[in-house]
């Protein structure tokens, strides 16, 4: 029979109990550590808006990736276009890492959503991150499999995402300037909720793929990226968060709502981070003024 990402996921629960966070294990290394928020979208129209609040700035070619830099604010940061697809995102994350040492990295856009309540331009604020792909197909299904590292050790099937990036994104969507959005027959205001991002190299337009997803996974939203950039991160001992607003709804109907919310659901993410970096901001003030 198949394995599900349920039976990984009971296997590999009891080892993390004592694990420290990539936060944690940052700080105790550097605690001196000058605050870099990398941001990362894999499409133009979703790192568009950063690059206009980012004064002053330099851009920097890397392997044909731009990547600008500069403040939002005042804080540094730099923001990235990765491209589409897991291999694009990987890439991308690693040269970002390795060049810019950013402290954290927010990866964020348009999702498909999972959840039947999600509707387009509600959000999701990723707690864990999983590859939905990766696994030995049979005729029985796909058996998940746990990613490996570059020594061929285990990762965890779920990536989890940074808690404090997740609980000052949870403040942040209180505060930011999230259009209303009509969907439908009604004009709504999109939510802010948290559970786990999915991704994998398809753009999903199924409802039966859509509620295998929701079965194993427990998933709120599916994408192409996140996964990817989570496990880089992961691997090389980095806080990221992945923030996903839900341009469609995963099913027969997904391409035809990708392309109507897809610059709405966009801006929505966008601003929703800006207010993200804006709280971080405030918070390293206020650790600064303490340690006066």
Request: charged share 25%; hydrophobic share 40%.
């Amino acid at each position: 029979m198949a394995q599900t990402a349920s039976d990984i996921e009971g296997k590999v629960e009891e080892g993390k109990k004592d694990e420290l966070s990539a936060r944690q294990k940052q700080e105790l290394k550097n605690p001196n550590r000058k605050p870099f928020t990398a941001v990362i979208g894999a499409m133009q129209v979703e790192v568009d808006l950063f690059k206009l609040k980012v004064h002053p700035k330099r851009d920097t070619v890397i392997m044909g990736v731009t990547f600008t830099v500069g403040k939002m604010r005042t804080r540094d940061v730099v923001v990235v276009k990765s491209g589409i697809g897991k291999v694009n995102s990987a890439m991308t994350a690693a040269l970002l890492l390795e060049h810019f040492n950013p402290s954290e990295v927010i990866f964020t856009g348009i999702a498909g959503g999972i959840d039947p309540l999600l509707l387009p331009g509600d959000i999701v604020v990723g707690d864990r991150a999983a590859q939905h792909d990766f696994g030995q197909l049979t005729t029985e299904g796909i058996t998940v499999w746990q990613t490996f590292d570059y020594d061929e050790t285990s990762n965890p099937l779920y990536f989890p995402c940074d808690s404090l990036l997740i609980a000052k994104t949870q403040e942040a969507g209180e505060k930011a300037r999230i259009k209303f959005i009509r969907t439908y027959d009604a004009k709504r205001k999109p939510t802010v909720n948290t559970g786990t991002i999915v991704t994998g190299d398809v753009f999903v337009a199924s409802t039966q793929f859509k509620n295998r997803l929701e079965k194993e996974f427990k998933a709120k939203a599916v994408e192409m990226e996140g996964g990817a950039v989570a496990q880089i991160c992961y691997q090389q001992g980095v806080p990221f968060v992945v923030i996903r607003s839900i341009s469609d709804t995963a099913d027969e109907n997904a391409a035809k709502l990708y392309k109507k919310f897809l610059k709405v659901a966009s801006f929505n993410a966008a601003h929703l981070v800006s207010e993200l970096i804006f709280l971080l901001e405030k918070e390293d003030k206020k650790k600064m003024n303490k340690e006066k």
